[in-house]
């Protein structure tokens, strides 16, 4: 059984992560909800998700991201850390990427790979200050 004081937690955990996967939810609520098993967490998020209350952030594909933020929107995704970063590009920017995309349809949001702050400093090696 899952309840509503368990859903409520892992909407709130949630919201306070931006993004996260059942995992790293079910680990961040372990400590202040012990009975709350990782299968009653994959119910929520699925229930939550179909009921358009979270969204699906940019995933790998093997793994579900949720997004704390239901509508569309695009991404900024660290490719070392797997660190996501929510963006809003401009239709400006989206009808250019379209008008290269030809036929096939911009949709769900726009995914940017790269690397972010924290992984660039520490690939950088420190120059002598
Ligand atoms: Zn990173
Ligand atoms: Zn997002």
Request: charged share 20%; with cysteine.
């Amino acid at each position: 059984m899952v309840t509503t004081v368990q859903g409520e937690a892992v909407l709130r955990q949630l919201s306070s992560l931006g993004h996260a996967t059942n995992l790293e939810l079910h680990a961040a609520l372990a400590e202040s909800m012990p009975t709350l098993s990782l299968p009653s967490v994959h119910r929520i998020t699925a229930r939550m998700v179909e009921r358009g209350q979270v969204g699906l952030g940019p995933s790998d594909g093997r793994t579900v991201v949720l997004d704390a933020r239901a509508e569309t929107h695009d991404h900024f995704v660290c490719a070392a850390c797997g660190g996501i970063v929510d963006l809003e590009l401009s239709p400006a920017v989206i009808s250019a990427i379209q008008e290269q995309l030809g036929q096939h349809l911009v949709r769900d949001g726009i995914t940017i790979r790269g690397r972010c702050e924290t992984c660039r400093r520490s690939e950088d090696h420190p120059k002598k200050e």
